[in-house]
């Protein structure tokens, strides 16, 4: 027996691994009483267990972590990706189609965004996906009022710094004018809060619609709003080189050449 299985695991891990939430999430989720281990609520993330503890969250045991599982999901606007919302406004998670198991997004989309979200059981594929270091390149379909010139995106292929922070240089092409409007496909790495409504402002332009097509290698496709199709365990493993089983620990190589991932709709 290895002196981590003696040991136990911490608590927040553990978690993360059931698919609960990200560790992050976990902890917080500890710090406000909602975690039980063998009957006594705990506040601290400070704890390890083992196989042999029982652990409720919200007063529901967790089981055996499940086998590690992605999702495409197409996002419609007017939904907020959060668990629960304090002014009462539709969640991405109330949206989702029967059936789906308990799952994480991997980063959000604001209310006005749209297009693909990825979902997960897995906390360390969310972990692992959402981190800067991975360089997962997110392609956006963007849609401006006015008539943009080549100059005046110039200043975004080099990085910009707006309100003190640093915005690293985008991929930003001209697509077409359609009317008042101007489309462009603008492509990030970082994925900070309203990073390219911020970048398009600070450069005088104005966002009216923001449409996420592919996340790494992950497409949007033909996936039509509101619905979800899982990607296939072969996939997976090619994809993130994540085992059927959930290690917590998919080995993420960003700059390699990855296949199209084939997706089964739910």
């Given amino acids: 027996m290895s002196k981590e299985t003696y040991m136990g695991e911490r608590i927040a891990k553990v978690l993360a691994r059931a698919g609960i939430a990200s560790r992050r999430g976990a902890e917080r989720m500890i710090e406000a009483g909602r975690v039980k281990v063998n009957g006594d609520t705990i506040t601290s993330p400070a704890l390890n267990v083992t196989d042999a503890d029982a652990i409720m969250v919200d007063d529901k045991p967790v089981g055996e972590p499940e086998p590690s599982r992605l999702w495409l999901y197409h996002k419609p606007t007017g939904l907020i990706t959060t668990e629960r919302d304090d002014k009462g406004r539709d969640t991405v998670f109330a949206a989702l189609p029967p059936g789906m198991p308990r799952v994480m997004s991997v980063g959000r989309l604001d209310i006005n965004s749209e297009g693909l979200l990825l979902l997960t059981n897995d906390g360390g594929i969310k972990r692992k996906l959402e981190l800067p ?26 990085g ?4 003190g922070e640093r915005f690293q240089p985008m991929d930003v092409t001209l697509d077409r004018q359609q009317g008042a409007n101007a489309w462009l496909t603008i492509a990030i790495r970082e994925g900070k809060n309203r990073e390219i409504r911020r970048a398009m402002e600070a450069v005088g332009l104005s966002v009216n619609r923001l449409i996420r097509v592919s996340y790494g290698p992950f497409r949007l496709g033909d996936l039509k709003p509101g ?21 917590g620990s998919p080995g993420v190589k960003p700059d390699a050449k990855r296949k199209r991932p084939v997706r089964k709709r739910r």
Avoid: F, N
């Fill in 160 to 163: 910009i710094t707006i309100d």
């Fill in 227 to 247: 619905e979800v199709e899982e990607v296939r365990a072969r996939v997976l493993r090619d994809q993130l080189g994540q085992d059927a089983k959930s290690d």
């Fill in 133 to 158: 270091s991975t360089g997962w390149l997110r392609k956006y379909r963007v849609r401006v009022k006015g008539r943009p010139k080549d100059e005046s995106v110039a200043p975004l292929r080099k």
